[in-house]
């Protein structure tokens, strides 16, 4: 087991310890709502947001405990956001991280609400973190709610994923589509973990650009994975972006040039780690882990 895998193994066993205090339990009224919630939640996955975070935090020495409640709150957009993309009036699957969708097992109408659950329970946990000043956290919940809504994060990019749906777009587009949808919430995990460890604004901003360039990397393997892997090893429906004719870099590029694409973007994205003066062994590991990632 290399470095990385150990760091997102602990990652992985401390979100989810943190996530199952944040939580209510299954037991709680109305049951199954909060069912619904943790079998979404507690899925499996890398977690690879608040790996991400962790290590800009650790770049810039931000004590462990401080960013805890961060990389949960992030974690819980991340999952409310998967449960209604899978839904049958977005992107319709029956399959998510290797077992049913919250929908299919739930009913969409408690999706919907568990969804809407961990997008609130996301704020309060940032909002009552007291390890954190006033001031940060008041800062944390502006680029959570930035990163997550319109018209610059993640729902405007879903919404344009929509509309591009069996279209011919410009690559222009399909960037931008992807820069919100994928790459904002992953830009606002290396600000968060960087604000946390106090990093002047130039590092912030150094930080961002590596990290929207992680999250279009993370975004074009994904677009790969989608067309070389199977269900089993994906843990979910392989070539759905063909079956739903969606706007990909492999049906602008090809399968070739976007493995070549794939190799450019994870140039620029360390380029821009050059000049911080920092520890950032641990964020490139990560840019080759995106990179070379087969699920």
């Not at 209604?84 to 929908?103: F, I, K, V, Y």
């Not at 959570?144 to 587009?173: C, F, H, W």
């Amino acid at each position: 087991m290399n470095n990385l895998d150990i760091v997102i193994d602990e990652s992985c066993r401390i979100v989810d310890e943190t996530l199952d205090k944040l939580i209510p339990s299954a037991e709680t009224e109305p049951q199954r709502l909060h069912e619904a919630i943790r079998w979404s939640l507690f899925a499996g996955g890398k977690r690879f947001r608040p790996v991400l975070l962790f290590a800009t935090g650790q770049s810039f020495g931000a004590p462990r405990e401080k960013l805890l409640r961060i990389a949960a709150a992030v974690e819980m957009v991340h999952t409310y956001s998967l449960i209604h993309d899978d839904l049958p009036s977005m992107d319709n699957d029956d399959l998510r991280r290797g077992r049913e969708t919250c929908h299919k097992k739930f009913g969409e109408a408690t999706a919907i609400l568990a969804g809407d659950v961990l997008e609130t329970l996301a704020f309060s946990a940032v909002a009552e973190d007291g390890t954190l000043s006033a001031d940060l956290r008041i800062r944390l919940v502006a680029e959570i709610a930035r990163a997550a809504g319109t018209p610059y994060g993640m729902v405007a990019g879903q919404q344009l994923d929509l509309e591009a749906e069996g279209k011919n777009i410009s690559i222009d587009a399909l960037n931008n589509i992807h820069s919100l949808k994928t790459g904002s919430l992953i830009a606002a995990c290396g600000r968060a973990g960087a604000l946390i460890g106090g990093a002047s604004e130039a590092e912030v901003k150094m930080v961002e650009d590596f990290s929207r360039e992680l999250g279009l990397l993370f975004q074009i393997t994904d677009d790969i994975l989608d067309i070389t892997q199977t269900t089993a090893s994906l843990g979910k429906t392989a070539g759905k972006d063909i079956s739903a004719r969606k706007a990909t870099y492999p049906s602008h590029h090809g399968i070739v040039e976007t493995e070549k694409l794939a190799g450019e973007v994870h140039l620029r994205a360390i380029e821009f780690l050059d000049p911080l003066d920092r520890p950032t062994d641990l964020l490139r590991e990560i840019a080759s882990f995106v990179l070379s990632r087969t699920s």
